[in-house]
């Protein structure tokens, strides 16, 4: 049944072709071209390039590439028609073109299409948010291509490593790990600028643009977008455009420049709408719906979030749909209308969720570490051979000179494989520090204790309380995802992270803690930088074991000072029954948990303090009054900057 659908489409495809009013022209183009047959891509796109969006001439080429056995030209016109469709959003037929054209370069055993192809489907299933798909087709795509040495390396095929560079970066992205993300954009962008290709530079600026901004370095990202920008004016590239002019306006929103977001977007909606490409029309919709709320045009902003909902969803954008909802709880919540608030921001979490989770996290980690773990040993190994011809030659004679080359050489191979061995072994170090830190911080426990928590409120019926915690949940547990991938980032974050995590162990208390946050005057803490989710396992030690046993009232005091040695002192200060009391307890429980938390940290605050000149120090003082009787625990954090 399967060859007979087969065949009727083939026959249909033909049909089609055939029946439909190609120009006289493109038939003599076709003809001269299938005729003179060239197999590589730059050759074929030389000829064809004019043409490779018309869906409907690009079909005519691959029904006469078939009818005459020209594989290449058969390759060519399937991935072009999966881009077609690609870039109107029809991603079905886009997979079915791109497998296609791998299916008949595996056969043919053609690298440069087979790479090509293999780079295009892992755009595709990005574009959907199927982030394990697509890291697997442009891992594949960057290990074939790299299989081929360097100096044999076609330009075609060069320029297919820096898309697979740029994918994995934007996969990265999509995870909210935004450094290794700028590390793989940077790579192909330099590559990119060898090879003089404007367009890959344009998409490289405008993908670091979107790092810098989801970092928050907002007048950083607007210079890479202006410069993307003009790359694409350059070439006249309409898509580039509307993507760049899109994101400036975002950021514009984000600055509070509503009116210059808004004349940048309504022009360029006309040219998204022609394309019917879902990937361009959704976010602009829905940073129109964002500078409308932002002015209190309700009406209209809810009109157009829902239509940059209802694009995102028609053409499965999970991305732009998770954005559309989490705006529209906003904006239900502004209009106190706490029942669809509490709708659209279960939606935003669960898409949330789904798009970047834990294990997708840690798939993708592992697929990166295993690649440049082989990169490098691959590397150490050819060093290695290379070393052993050298002392082969050097055996040869047997002056003194030479005998202390072969020394010397053999003596920096050793230390050069011993040091690559160590950087290997410490960046898996610090890769499961880093997991494990991610682990301490999603506590199982308290994701669930949490989500109880705000259950009961929707039991009860408290609409508004429940979109309230429930918003701060969300918000907690996305900064956690994104600050982990980071090695510092500023005071101001942390304390953020911080406040958010009391605020939601607070509910279980039933709010009797009374949590302060004290900086002194002479600390800007949007400048100062220390390690991302530090202070969360000290603050869970001093409610759990000091203010969870003790009676009336509760408080933690979190100070921040600074010293003339540019030392960051982080004092955490509570009221609980003291380490003394809470050791007793602890020993009674039949089933005692060992706290882990405090010790990555300790870990994680010395790998961070070892590139600077001081060390860093972790103080826990038992604090008493008059008559020796426990007043709390203080635990001091001396930082350095320096």
């Keep these: 049944m399967a060859k007979l659908y087969i065949l009727l489409f083939g026959l249909l495809y033909t049909n089609i072709g055939n029946s439909q009013d190609i120009p006289e022209t493109f038939k003599k183009t076709v003809d001269s071209l299938v005729s003179e047959a060239p197999k590589d891509y730059l050759d074929i796109h030389s000829v064809m390039k004019k043409h490779k969006t018309d869906t409907l001439l690009m079909r005519y080429f691959s029904t006469v590439s078939l009818d005459k056995n020209y594989t290449s030209g058969q390759i060519y016109s399937y991935n072009e028609l ?11 037929h886009a997979v079915e073109f791109h497998k296609k054209a791998l299916s008949i370069a595996d056969k043919a055993n053609d690298i440069e299409f087979k790479v090509a192809s293999l780079n295009d489907l892992g755009v595709v ?16 795509a960057i290990e074939l291509a790299e299989t081929v ?38 790579r192909s962008l330099v590559l990119e600028t060898e090879l003089g290709n404007t367009l890959g530079m344009a998409i490289n600026y405008g993908n670091i643009g979107n790092c810098l901004e989801a970092m928050g370095q907002l007048d950083e990202a607007l210079e890479n977008y202006r410069t993307s920008l003009a790359y694409n004016e350059e070439i006249n590239n309409d898509m580039g455009r509307v993507i760049c002019k899109t994101n400036i306006a975002k950021v514009y929103l984000k600055k509070g420049l509503i009116k210059d977001a808004t004349k940048l977007l309504k022009p360029i909606l006309p040219i998204a709408e022609k394309t019917s490409d879902g990937f361009l029309i959704s976010p602009i919709y829905i940073n129109l719906g964002w500078g409308e709320m932002e002015t ?22 999970r991305n732009e749909s998770a954005r ?7 904006l239900f919540q502004k209009t106190g209308d706490y029942k669809k608030a509490l709708t659209y921001n279960l939606k935003a979490t669960a898409l949330d969720e789904e798009i970047v989770n834990e294990n997708t996290v840690r798939y993708v980690n592992d697929i990166i570490f295993r690649y440049d773990s082989e990169k490098k040993n691959s590397e150490i190994q050819i060093l290695a051979k290379e070393n052993e011809a050298v002392q082969m030659k050097l055996r040869t004679s047997r002056t003194t000179l030479l005998i202390g080359g072969i020394a010397l050489a053999l003596l920096a191979g050793i230390f050069y494989i011993l040091y690559r061995q160590y950087q290997l072994k410490n960046e898996k170090k610090v890769l499961t520090l880093e997991q494990s830190m991610l682990r301490s911080q999603m506590n199982p426990h308290f994701l669930f204790n949490s989500l109880n928590s705000i259950k009961l409120y929707i039991i009860n019926n408290e609409q508004k ?18 600050a982990s991938s980071m090695r510092e980032i500023p005071l101001a974050e942390e304390l953020e992270t911080v406040e958010l995590y009391m605020n939601i162990e607070n509910i279980r208390f039933s709010n009797e803690i009374d949590f302060k946050i004290r900086v002194a ?13 530090i202070l969360q396992p000290f603050l869970e030690n001093a409610i759990w074991h000091g203010l969870s046993p003790k009676t009336g009232e509760k408080i933690v005091d979190l100070r921040i000072t600074k010293d003339k040695l540019d030392f960051i002192h982080i004092a955490i200060s509570d009221n609980g029954i003291g380490r003394v009391a809470a050791e007793k307890i602890k020993q009674n429980k039949v089933l005692k948990r060992k706290s882990v938390g ?14 600077l000149q001081n060390s860093f120090d972790v103080e826990i003082v038992d604090l008493y009054d008059e008559n020796h009787k426990p007043l709390g625990t203080r635990v001091i954090l001396h930082i350095p900057t320096i």
């Design 82 to 92: 999966g881009r077609a469709y690609r870039n109107k959003s029809q991603y079905v």
């Design 125 to 140: 299933f990005r574009r959907t948010s199927s982030l394990r798909t697509a890291m697997d087709y442009n891992q594949q």
């Design 149 to 186: 040495k360097k100096e044999e390396r076609s330009k075609n095929l060069q320029k297919s490593i820096n898309v697979s560079l740029n994918s994995i970066g934007n996969l990265y992205t999509r995870l909210d790990q935004y450094g290794q993300a700028i590390d793989y954009f940077k």
């Design 296 to 317: 209190g045009d309700y009406v209209n902003a809810e009109k157009n979030i829902m239509e940059g909902l209802r694009v995102a969803e028609k053409f499965n954008l």
């Design 324 to 330: 559309a909802s989490h705006l529209l709880t906003e």
């Design 465 to 482: 309380n429940a979109v309230h915690y429930l918003n701060k949940f969300s918000k907690l547990v996305r900064k956690i995802l994104e």
């Design 521 to 533: 005057e002479n600390i800007d803490t949007h400048t100062v930088k220390i390690p991302s989710l």
């Design 598 to 611: 405090i010790d990555i940290t300790k870990e994680r605050l010395a790998n961070f303090s070892k590139d």
